[in-house]
């Protein structure tokens, strides 16, 4: 299984994707306060929310994501990744876009949603912010 983490979410957004998908886990007061609104924009966008605070049989009550089931961490992925821009695939060693179609015919071989996603502020801040070098990279 590969290792990936999606770009373009801001930890706010992905609090309050976590509210809206969990709502029988007990996050922190903190996190739970700044993402209170915007957990309601959320209920629109995630199709998997519930509003039980009953733990479905998938589920368990665990705050912290290595602890959640595998259910829970796929269906989390699956929504993640439907808000996000760009993703990293760290086994591969590659970037690219959430949209990309993984062919293009472009000289350069890197596909138009991944040419928009090399130029993303928040790409270009998460790679300033970690220091790496990475390539971005497309099929
Ligand atoms: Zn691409």
Redesign the pocket.
């Known amino acids: 299984m590969h290792t990936r983490k999606y770009g373009g979410v801001s930890q706010t957004r992905i609090a309050s994707i976590m509210q809206c998908m969990f709502p029988y886990k007990q996050f922190a007061e903190a996190e739970a306060e700044t993402s209170k609104k915007a957990a309601e924009v959320e209920h629109i966008l995630v199709a998997a929310t519930s509003t039980s605070r009953c733990v479905p049989a998938d589920g368990n009550t665990h705050q912290g994501m290595p602890q959640w089931t595998q259910s829970e961490r796929q269906k989390f992925q699956a929504v993640l990744l439907q808000c996000s821009c760009w993703e990293v695939d760290y086994a591969n060693e590659f970037i690219?876009?959430t949209?990309?179609?993984?062919q293009?015919s472009n000289p350069d071989s890197?596909?138009?949603?991944?040419?928009v996603?090399s130029l993303d502020d928040s790409l270009l801040h998460a790679i300033r912010k970690v220091r790496l070098c990475i390539v971005v990279l497309?099929?």
């Not at 890197?110 to 040419?115: G, S």
Request: charged letters at 20%; aromatic letters at 6%; proline letters at 0%.
């Open positions: 690219k876009s949209k990309c179609g993984m293009t890197i596909c138009d949603a991944c040419l996603v497309s099929y």
